[in-house]
C-alpha cells in the first residue's frame, strides 16, 4: 500500500462525524452516474473534489446526506480508506471507519489503560475491541478482515495488521540543485521536507515539533557576505516569516544561519570544523520550535558568492548529516523519511 494519503477528510487534525458523512456520501457518489466524467452531471471542467463538493450540498438538500460543519478538503482515497485491502471501497470500510472514531474515544485505545493489550499491535487491539462490540450488537458485523487503521495527516505512521509502518512514498525529502536560470546562476538550492520527518523513539508522543534543524555538507563550505548579510533565504517570503518568527535565540535574534561543524556525526565519522552546516533552532524560553506539517517543504537559497565548492572531495555535493531535534530534547531526534508525491 502507498500511504501518501490520509482520512481526514476536513483537515481538522482530528475525526469528527463530518469525516464519517464524507465518507459515506464518497461510497455513494462513486458508485454514481455523477461520479462518471463521461456521464452528464459530471463537470469537466471541475475537478472530482469541487464536483464532489456540489453533489454532496445537492444530496444534503435532499435529506438524503447529513449536513456537515466543515468543508470538504480531500475525498478519500483507496490506498488509505479501503481498511479491508479488498481493493474497492465496501460497506465492511464504513463499519470500520465508524467503528475506529468510536475506539479512539474510548480507553481501549489507550495504552495505558487496562484493556488495551500492549503485547498486541493498535490494530490487532482494534480488532479485538471491534470483535467485542459486534457480539453485544454496538457495531455492525463485517466480512472482511481488517488490515489496517484510518489514519490522520499528522500521523507518521499507519497502524497496519502487521505492525506500524511509516507514512511515504518514494520522493526524495532532500534534494540539492545548482540553479541555472538567470541572475540567479549558481545559486545553491536546498529543498527539505520538514514534513517527512519521523521520530527515532516509537514511544514519541510529542505534537510532531521540529525545535532545531543541521544541515551538515561534508565538501561545501559557506561565508556570509558580512555581518548582516548571509546569503542564505527561504524561498517563500511566508516560509521566510514562519522560519525568522518560530525560530531565535534568548536575545530574540533569528537563528536560522551558516554554523560550525562541529559535532560527530551520526555515523560517527568526524566533523571538517569549517562553517559548512546551515541550521535554526528554538532556543526562546519554553522555545519548542513549530510542527512540521506547518514547515512542510523548504527550500534555501544560498547565493552563488556565499558557498564553495571543495572538489579534492568530491565533483557533487555530498550531504554528511542531518540532524533533526523534537521539542522535549536536543537528544531526541527524527530522521527523514522518503517523501510522497
Given at each position: 500500500m502507498n500511504f501518501c494519503c490520509h482520512d481526514d477528510y476536513t483537515k481538522s487534525d482530528s475525526f469528527t462525524f463530518d469525516d464519517i458523512s464524507i465518507y459515506i456520501g464518497h461510497q455513494n457518489w462513486i458508485n454514481n452516474s455523477a461520479s462518471d466524467p463521461s456521464g452528464g452531471i459530471y463537470d469537466t471542467d471541475k475537478t472530482d473534489l469541487e464536483n464532489f463538493r456540489i453533489w454532496y450540498a445537492d444530496q444534503v438538500s435532499q435529506k438524503n446526506l447529513n449536513a456537515i460543519d466543515d468543508e470538504i478538503q480531500v475525498l478519500p482515497k483507496l490506498d488509505c480508506g479501503d481498511f479491508t485491502e479488498s481493493g474497492s471501497f465496501t460497506f465492511d470500510d464504513i463499519s470500520i471507519y465508524i467503528g475506529h472514531q468510536n475506539w479512539i474515544n474510548n480507553s481501549a485505545s489507550d495504552p495505558s489503560g487496562g484493556i488495551y493489550d500492549t503485547d498486541k499491535n493498535a490494530t490487532e487491539n482494534f480488532i479485538s475491541w471491534y470483535t467485542d462490540q459486534v457480539s453485544q450488537k454496538n457495531l455492525n458485523a463485517i466480512?472482511?478482515?481488517?488490515?489496517?487503521?484510518?489514519?490522520?495527516?499528522?500521523?507518521?505512521?499507519?497502524?497496519?495488521?502487521?505492525?506500524?509502518?511509516?507514512?511515504?512514498?518514494?520522493?526524495?525529502?532532500?534534494?540539492?540543485?545548482?540553479?541555472?536560470?538567470?541572475?540567479?546562476?549558481?545559486?545553491?538550492?536546498?529543498?527539505?521536507?520538514?514534513?517527512?520527518?519521523?521520530?527515532?523513539?516509537?514511544?514519541?508522543?510529542?505534537?510532531?515539533?521540529?525545535?532545531?534543524?543541521?544541515?551538515?555538507?561534508?565538501?561545501?563550505?559557506?561565508?556570509?557576505?558580512?555581518?548582516?548579510?548571509?546569503?542564505?533565504?527561504?524561498?517563500?517570503?511566508a516560509k521566510q516569516q514562519l522560519i525568522d518568527e518560530q525560530y531565535k535565540d534568548t536575545l530574540g535574534n533569528k537563528t536560522l544561519n551558516y554554523y560550525y561543524d562541529y559535532s560527530i556525526r551520526t555515523d560517527g565519522s568526524d566533523p571538517r570544523n569549517n562553517k559548512s552546516v546551515i541550521g535554526f533552532i528554538d532556543t526562546t524560553e519554553n522555545g519548542d520550535g513549530e510542527i512540521k506539517t506547518n514547515l512542510g517543504e523548504l527550500i534555501f537559497r544560498v547565493k552563488k558568492d556565499n558557498w564553495t565548492k571543495n572538489t579534492e572531495i568530491s565533483n557533487d555535493i555530498i550531504i554528511a548529516d542531518v540532524r533533526i531535534w523534537d521539542e522535549t530534547s536536543e537528544v531526541e531526534r527524527y530522521k527523514l523519511q522518503p517523501k510522497c508525491g
Open positions: 466480512d472482511q478482515d481488517i488490515k489496517h487503521l484510518p489514519s490522520l495527516e499528522v500521523d507518521s505512521v499507519v497502524h497496519t495488521i502487521n505492525g506500524d509502518v511509516v507514512r511515504g512514498g518514494d520522493g526524495e525529502p532532500l534534494v540539492i540543485d545548482v540553479d541555472t536560470t538567470g541572475d540567479t546562476t549558481g545559486d545553491l538550492l536546498i529543498s527539505f521536507d520538514a514534513s517527512t520527518a519521523t521520530h527515532l523513539n516509537e514511544n514519541y508522543a510529542g505534537d510532531g515539533r521540529i525545535k532545531g534543524v543541521e544541515l551538515v555538507f561534508d565538501n561545501i563550505e559557506f561565508t556570509p557576505t558580512d555581518e548582516f548579510n548571509t546569503g542564505l533565504s527561504v524561498d517563500t517570503p
